[in-house]
């Protein structure tokens, strides 16, 4: 069954390239943190709620359906919040109904359920409060937290005198069981809020570090290039206009002509750690295909490569041009684009040419805007494939950006 190339490059524009830099990593050690406190979260949960169940049963007659039906909308939620803490899906959403279904049954708990008539007789319900304040702590945000640790207790406070009917003997138990419940959850809130504090503060540093590394590192690459180039315009450039202006005879007019050549080719073909013209011998199209594929698996890039046409040989010189604006072109996708829909087409002519085509889905930018000290596009890929008598043209919008480039024998 033949397949839409078109469909297939829609699905491909769809997935971000995994070379491409995540901003996810920005919060990798807060993500870390709330792993862990997940985790803790759910073997502390697991055991007060063991305990809670095995009261439940042991305590609960079978004939009185109130009791049974509490404590299916008790555990249910909770059943499904250790779930998605173990494993580290939705457990903001699954803590949250817990949190709410829980404060609801418990402060419903004396309108279906009758009370048990001692002081020292606590229902399984109650083994849950810290339960539902944890709960809280990682689903909701911290002024609520708080307003949990704190309200809660006192909902447990109240249920309890009502169920034992305001008498001494419960004021004084339950005094005691509220005090203690509402330190215990004060402490769990800022214990979480002073974890989650910290990891932030780890992850802004790492922020900020690669931020600084980052602008160092393009700085120093910047003044490197404009000493490179300022080399050549020297020792290159400025000689072949000497020469230019000098020449009288043809003869002298066919050397200044040959050394504004070389100039040119050798601007085009300089780079931060190779400057090297390229030789003349000629290069199969398909090894051309080979060195796109190797820059992309050197960019950490991936991307749908096509060929087509791929028997015919062309100069080395123009070759190496054509690899190295495409390399730029690669690069500057990833870059900027973070290599979302990257797409090389490259058709060969035989021995008459080839074409090389680079898309992404990115941003795009506004090529008028980029500044004259920014090489990157006017002298990497435009002065390049021109040294060679090549021709590059770029196409951007807020769609995407389109680099062609080409070479055909004279």
């Not at 990593?25 to 985790?39: N, P, Y």
């Not at 309890?160 to 005090?179: I, K, P, Y």
């Not at 802004?204 to 180039?229: D, G, K, L, Q, W």
């Not at 028997?311 to 990833?334: E, M, T």
Request: one cysteine or more; glycine letters at 10%; charged letters at 20%.
């Amino acid at each position: 069954m033949p397949t839409d190339p078109l469909s297939i490059r829609d699905a491909w524009s769809k997935i971000p390239s995994p070379g491409s830099v995540e901003t996810e990593f920005e919060r990798f050690t807060g993500k870390r943190m709330e792993r862990i406190l997940a985790t803790v979260v759910a073997i502390g949960s697991a055991i007060l709620g063991a305990q809670a169940l095995i009261a439940g049963i042991t305590t609960m007659s079978w004939s009185d359906p109130a009791r049974i039906a509490m404590l299916l909308v008790v555990f249910t939620p909770l059943v499904v919040m250790l779930i998605a803490c173990v494993v580290g899906r939705g457990v903001r959403t699954a803590s949250g109904v817990f949190a709410i279904v829980y404060t609801l049954a418990l402060g419903a708990w004396p309108s279906f359920v009758d009370p048990v008539g001692k002081a020292a007789d606590q229902p399984w319900i109650f083994f849950l409060v810290n339960v539902g304040v944890v709960a809280a702590m990682l689903a909701f945000p911290l002024w609520l937290q708080f307003a949990w640790a704190v309200g809660l207790p006192f909902v447990y406070g109240y249920v309890r005198l009502v169920e034992g009917e305001f008498s001494r003997d419960f004021w004084v138990t339950t005094a005691f069981d509220v005090s203690f419940t509402l330190i215990l959850g004060i402490v769990i809130i800022a214990l979480g809020w002073m974890f989650r504090s910290v990891a932030a503060g780890v992850d802004e540093a790492r922020a900020h570090a690669v931020e600084s590394y980052a602008s160092a590192a393009a700085a120093a690459a910047a003044e490197e290039e404009r000493a490179t180039m300022s080399a050549l315009m020297h020792d290159s450039v400025l000689a072949a206009l000497i020469a230019a202006e000098r020449a009288e005879g043809e003869r002298a007019q066919e050397l200044a002509v040959g050394m504004a050549r070389e100039a040119l080719t050798r601007l085009a073909n300089t780079e931060a750690a190779v400057a090297q013209e390229g030789s003349d011998e000629p290069v199969g199209i398909a090894q051309i295909v080979v060195e796109l594929r190797r820059a992309l698996s050197e960019l950490g890039a991936d991307a749908i490569v096509e060929e087509r046409g791929g028997i015919g040989l062309i100069p080395g010189r123009a070759a190496r041009a054509l690899v190295l604006a495409a390399r730029q072109a690669l690069g500057n996708a990833v870059t900027h684009a973070n290599g979302r829909g990257l797409h090389i087409l490259a058709e060969g002519r035989g021995d008459e040419g080839i074409s090389v085509t680079i898309t992404d889905t990115g941003p795009g930018f506004d090529l008028q805007a980029i500044g004259a000290d920014r090489l990157g596009i006017s002298a990497s890929i435009l002065a390049r494939m021109a040294g060679v008598a090549g021709t590059a043209k770029i196409d951007s919008s807020e769609c995407g950006t389109t680099v062609t480039l080409g070479w055909e024998r004279p």
